[in-house]
């Protein structure tokens, strides 16, 4: 995992501004949609190449303590190839492109296998999903994947979640997974991330070399004073280091998620998170966002993307839209434009005025057929069951 190595830049004081005092430190404790990022190499042993059980183990019973008390959990686990190598005889040399591959398929059973059997011991069903950055970017594999993972989690499952090594058309590097996590969280709108590593945070010099080195607790903005002092990974099976981590908090907190870089070569490792505090626990260092999941997705919604069509919609609709009400399709008048799911419209009363903008739930072709029709009646008329909002009220700014 990181190393928090430093540049040689990174020994400068940090302002006050940028790094909130100890005693703001958060806890694991208020979050409600969870995302927990676990590295080959604490996943992993580096000699044996054998799955860390009684790691894993202790890790699924802080993953149950969570759900228990009301937390939706997805992991986000690297491991693949690391697990999968020792078996096929690719151990002690630097691997091609193909051979990281037959490994990543190898080791994805072992991994599923192994989540699957230690959640089990808590009741919990696991689903493995399979993504790459691109799945998260691309807006119609986008919201397929937060379908999903939103589905299993209503469902009571646990999204087991890893980059679909197998097919990837460049370079594997297990850091991608430090930005996968948070593409993650900000596709299901987490409002928490935690990268567990080899190091507890950030420091403002590697605390390995320089025993002056100050732990920073709190972040609140990513000053290029910050992301100097990300530096170059441990040899291991790890290769994101702190740059990745410091990439993967800019996107989390450009989605309203805060992130978290723990110690996790522990065991229980987010029940230690759990007890943090200022004056004790488990030092970590907290990314924090100007803005919640919500307001960060609507703002958005609102300020960053292209409109392709527009929804007119009855007196009705327009009411209900402003009590926060999602857009059905019986208040929906008229279509114009070209547009397909996943796209932004403008929403509009008959008279022309501005309402809202919004993703719609359906393309401009489909959307026209069911106008005016009720959601109960849209399997019919479609030939499938789709979502019962033209746009649901999270997709949606009002004006």
Same mark, same amino acid.
């Given at each position: ?12 004081? #940090? ?8 005693? /703001? ?23 044996? $190449? ?14 149950? /303590? ?9 992991? #986000? ?6 697990? $999968? ?20 398929? +190898? ?27 691109? !799945? ?45 996590? /948070?593409? #993650? ?5 987490? !409002? ?16 390995? @070399? ?33 740059? +990745? @981590? ?26 230690? &998170?759990? +007890?943090?505090?200022? %004056?004790?626990?488990? &030092? ?25 069509? #527009? ?10 839209? @402003? ?12 279509? %114009? ?5 996943? !796209? ?13 903008? $919004? ?14 029709? @009720? ?18 009220? !999270? %997709?949606?700014?009002?004006?």
């Amino acid at each position: 995992m990181s190393s928090g190595a430093p540049t040689e830049a990174a020994s400068t004081p #940090v302002s006050p501004e940028t790094v909130l005092p100890a005693p /703001a430190l958060p806890t694991l404790k208020d979050a409600r949609r969870l995302v927990v990022k676990i590295g080959s190499a604490l996943l992993v042993d580096s000699t044996s $190449g054998q799955i860390r059980r009684a790691w894993l183990d202790a890790l699924a019973d802080d993953v149950a /303590a969570a759900r228990a008390r009301g937390t939706e959990v997805v992991i #986000v686990t690297s491991g693949a190839v690391a697990a $999968g190598r020792e078996h096929l005889g690719l151990v002690g040399r630097p691997l091609r492109l193909e051979e990281k591959q037959a490994a990543a398929a +190898t080791g994805q059973i072992r991994l599923a296998h192994a989540y699957q059997e230690t959640l089990a011991r808590h009741g919990i069903t696991v689903a493995q999903v399979l993504l790459t950055l691109e !799945d998260t970017e691309e807006r119609r594999r986008h919201l397929n994947g937060r379908a999903t993972i939103d589905t299993l989690l209503k469902l009571g499952a646990i999204p087991v979640i890893n980059e679909n090594d197998t097919v990837a058309t460049a370079e594997i590097r297990f850091g991608d997974n430090d930005r996968l996590a /948070a593409r #993650v969280a900000q596709m299901i709108s987490a !409002d928490t991330l935690v990268l567990l590593s080899d190091i507890d945070g950030l420091y403002t010099a590697d605390p390995r @070399k320089d025993p002056g080195a100050a732990h920073i607790p709190v972040v609140r903005e990513l000053t290029p004073e910050i992301e100097g002092m990300a530096g170059e990974p441990p040899p291991g099976y790890s290769s994101g280091g702190m740059v +990745t @981590k410091i990439a993967a908090a800019r996107i989390a907190m450009s989605g309203g998620c805060r992130m978290v870089i723990a110690r996790g070569n522990r065991l229980n490792p987010l029940g230690a &998170l759990e +007890t943090a505090t200022a %004056d004790g626990g488990a &030092l970590c260092t907290w990314f924090l966002p100007a803005s919640e999941p919500s307001s960060a997705r609507k703002a958005w919604i609102a300020g960053h993307l292209k409109a392709e069509g #527009v929804l007119t919609v009855d007196n009705g609709a327009a009411v209900a839209l @402003k009590q926060g009400a999602s857009l059905l399709p019986a208040g929906v008048v008229a279509v %114009d434009g070209s547009f397909d799911r996943g !796209d932004t419209v403008i929403v509009r009363d008959e008279e022309g005025r501005e309402l809202a903008r $919004g993703i719609s739930a359906y393309g401009a072709g489909e959307a026209r057929r069911i106008l005016r029709r @009720k959601s109960h009646e849209i399997e019919a008329i479609l030939g499938y069951r789709g979502r019962n909002e033209m746009i649901h009220r !999270d %997709d949606l700014v009002v004006r």
